[in-house]
T-cell receptor, first 116, second 113 residues
Framework: GAVVSQHPSWVICKSGTSVKIECRSLDFQATTMFWYRQFPKQSLMLMATSNEGSKATYEQGVEKDKFLINHASLTLSTLTVTSAHPEDSSFYIC????????????FGPGTRLLVL | QQQVKQSPQSLIVQKGGISIINCAYENTAFDYFPWYQQFPGKGPALLIAIRPDVSEKKEGRFTISFNKSAKQFSLHIMDSQPGDSATYFCAASIGGSNYKLTFGKGTLLTVNP
């Protein structure tokens, strides 16, 4: 199989604090991981593409200093929402591709962030 | 600019019926077209995907029909079941799933028992 996990699944924080979300590929190595944001009853919007050992590539309109992405190993990428505000409340989903093998992007279960 | 347009926004089907969801794309460079199923509070799961060199692909009750000239593709769910009730997203990418996916807006499917 190909399992992608995210931690935490739920997080509630106060406005102004920073929150880190982890994305792990459990049984495969992934050179590329993607971070998406999804508002209720809306589609997935790609935020950034994360490649192991290099800087992330952010989509237009996504603040690099606001959403820090680190892809330190072939199995772990992290998204840090810095100085979170209520408008950052959303469902954050990561996905990962195998280095080799079937051409499938595997999605994590998502992390629900609520900023009070 | 929305590059992948999906319709309908919502769909209600009776158990045993056929569910049909349509997508249209604009960028002719797209060469990989997956469909994802998402249940509330969960991440999307790949259902089935197609490349533009074939016009149809079938996996179990799920079929993708692809019309390259019209730049359209659709998902057919045969013998729809209440357990199929979920949100379905079409997507497209250039170069396969190793590259970023552009998603449609989603279709909320409800299958009544």
């Amino acid at each position: 199989g190909a399992v992608v996990s995210q931690h935490p699944s739920w997080v509630i924080c106060k406005s102004g604090t920073s929150v880190k979300i982890e994305c792990r590929s459990l049984d495969f190595q992934a050179t590329t991981m993607f971070w998406y944001r999804q508002f209720p009853k809306q589609s997935l919007m790609l935020m950034a593409t994360s490649n192991e050992g290099s800087k992330a590539t952010y989509e237009q309109g996504v603040e690099k200093d606001k959403f820090l992405i680190n892809h330190a190993s072939l199995t772990l990428s992290t998204l840090t929402v810095t100085s979170a505000h209520p408008e950052d409340s959303s469902f954050y989903i990561c996905s990962a591709n195998k280095v080799v093998g079937a051409e499938t992007q595997y999605f994590g279960p998502g992390t629900r962030l609520l900023v009070l | 600019q929305q590059q992948v347009k999906q319709s309908p926004q919502s769909l209600i089907v009776q158990k045993g019926g056929i569910s049909i969801i349509n997508c249209a794309y604009e960028n002719t460079a797209f060469d990989y077209f997956p469909w994802y199923q998402q249940f509330p509070g969960k991440g999307p799961a790949l259902l089935i995907a197609i490349r533009p060199d074939v016009s149809e692909k079938k996996e179990g009750r799920f079929t993708i029909s692809f019309n390259k000239s019209a730049k359209q593709f659709s998902l057919h769910i045969m013998d729809s079941q209440p357990g199929d009730s979920a949100t379905y997203f079409c997507a497209a990418s250039i170069g396969g799933s190793n590259y970023k996916l552009t998603f449609g807006k989603g279709t909320l499917l409800t299958v009544n028992p």
